[in-house]
């Protein structure tokens, strides 16, 4: 998973995040939520500052 900021060169901010269905923005925190339905789990990306 990578993000990509205008004028920016990609940045990888996380891998062996398998299967992912979706993801979702978490704003207060500034993470990502992203489901992983085939091992029942959540996995949490802190975004930092």
Request: glycine share 6%; proline share 6%.
């Amino acid at each position: 998973m990578s993000r990509i900021r205008p004028g920016q060169k990609a940045e990888i901010i996380a891998s062996g995040i398998p299967s992912a269905a979706s993801m979702t923005y978490d704003s207060k925190r500034n993470r990502l939520v992203i489901p992983m339905n085939d091992w029942n789990a959540i996995t949490i990306v802190e975004l930092g500052k």
